[in-house]
């Protein structure tokens, strides 16, 4: 009898934690008492795409982190386009994939020399931002990590190959993401599927040949929001009066954002089964760059003007050039800018204070609704509702009582 009462008590439990919903009023609530900031936004938030995913972090006496969601207008079969968000999955698959496949003497460091053999294609042979001039996938993470190249992102794709990328989405149950293509080269239909034969070197020894790949799958997903807009410029740069499809393009929500976030910066909540395959050295080098601004690296190199501090930091500082930089804040964040989105997949963490939370968003401003003219309301919407959205839930985060505080040494790095 005593059984039948423990295992009907762990039954009735689990009911109630599948039957909990994240809170939807909280966020709305917290953003329409500053109609100063968000009043636009709050005003148009279908024309302006929003949705937004904030998680708590409370630790208990073990320092092992707790979450608590709450969210505005989160919906994942509403399509946004999710730029180059993408890329943080390549990076982690790519680091995966590398250990797996357990090639003596091939590591993150050597020479990555990129063939190619279908239409479109392009070769990779050598990168002028390493410090060897030579790419490999340690230099191309970086630069994913540093700036959002498009270029390294595509070399990465390539070596994980398309079918392995989207298993590892179902792997991780992130059922409701595909990665489909390349960035930045139109990529779509048979070129996609095709990807290049690649070699690794140390010195001038071949250590690994990775002949080319195709993927014949298709990736179908039916989402509203996928058919958008009054016209679009082609790829001659001529108006086409026709609504533009996003329904070939990459999929990746903003919950299986948060997902990948959290999975990759504390494994440790996760069963060993569920974690990211990844040694030790390559959870601290994510981190690292992921935290680091382009302006502290040396190799590669990012300089101002065209780079400064807060360039891939929108939540919180606005992507702002002129932006006074925090130095007890450090932001771990994938950010994604396109069509019109902006995109931003963010940790915060302030080590003076003991603060630290996950916020994930999207937002955009597209007013003339022709796509692909390079026309956007990214510094006057976009990315002033995101500096505005992390610093709001920063300032409350500062004032929200915890009963343990924090230990966040994890995440300090010297740049």
């Known amino acids: 009898m005593k059984r039948y009462f423990y295992f009907l008590v762990l039954f009735m439990l689990s009911l109630s934690a599948s039957a909990q919903q994240i809170d939807t009023i909280f966020l709305k609530n917290l953003l329409e008492s500053h109609p100063e900031l968000f009043s636009h936004i709050l005003n148009h938030p279908t024309h302006n795409e929003v949705q937004i995913l904030y998680t708590r972090i409370d630790r208990d006496e073990n320092n092992v982190p707790h979450f608590t969601s709450y969210s505005y207008r989160l919906n994942p079969n509403h399509y946004f386009y999710p730029a180059s968000t993408v890329k943080l999955p390549a990076a982690i698959f790519a680091l995966e994939k590398l250990n ?57 794709y390539e070596f994980v190959g398309r079918a392995e990328i989207n298993d590892k989405l179902k792997k991780y149950g992130l059922n409701n993401t595909r990665i489909i293509g390349r960035l930045a080269i139109g990529d779509a239909g048979e070129g996609a599927k095709h990807t290049n034969a690649i070699n690794f070197y140390n010195g001038n020894k071949l250590v690994y040949h990775q002949p080319v790949q195709y993927d014949a799958r298709e990736y179908p997903m039916h989402l509203c929001n996928m058919v ?17 499809d996003f329904s070939d ?16 910066l504390f494994p440790e909540v996760y069963p060993e089964n569920d974690r990211f395959n990844l040694t030790p050295d390559q959870y601290k080098f994510i981190y690292h760059y992921m935290s680091m601004f382009p302006t502290e690296s040396k190799y590669p190199t990012y300089k101002q003007p065209e780079y400064f501090p807060a360039y891939c930091k929108w ?39 003991k603060v630290e939370f996950i916020i994930t ?27 505005n959205l992390g610093r709001l839930i920063y300032q ?16 300090k790095f010297r740049y």
């Open 361 to 387: 968003a999207v937002v955009q401003s597209n007013d003339d609704e022709i796509y692909n003219d390079n026309k956007y309301e990214y510094k006057t919407v976009c990315l002033p509702f995101m500096k």
């Open 249 to 264: 393009k990459n999929v990746y929500t903003i919950a299986d954002q948060q997902s990948v976030l959290k999975r990759l």
């Open 228 to 244: 958008v807009g009054k016209g679009y410029m082609d790829r001659n740069d001529k108006l086409v009066m026709k609504p533009f």
């Open 396 to 411: 409350y985060e500062l004032s929200r009582p915890k009963k343990y505080l924090p230990d966040l040494s994890k995440f």
């Open 315 to 353: 939540l919180f500082y606005g992507g702002d050039s002129t932006a006074v930089i925090e130095p007890h804040i450090r932001i771990f964040d994938k950010i994604g800018d396109s069509y019109g989105f902006d995109i931003d997949n963010a940790y915060i963490v302030d080590f003076k204070n």
């Open 100 to 156: 797996e496949l357990k090639i003596p003497r091939l590591s993150i460091k050597s020479a990555m020399k990129t063939d190619s053999s279908f239409a479109g294609e392009t070769k990779m042979l050598k990168d002028s931002l390493a410090k060897n001039g030579l790419p490999s996938i340690e230099q191309y993470i970086k630069e994913i990590l540093l700036v959002s190249d498009n270029f390294a992102y595509n070399r990465l």
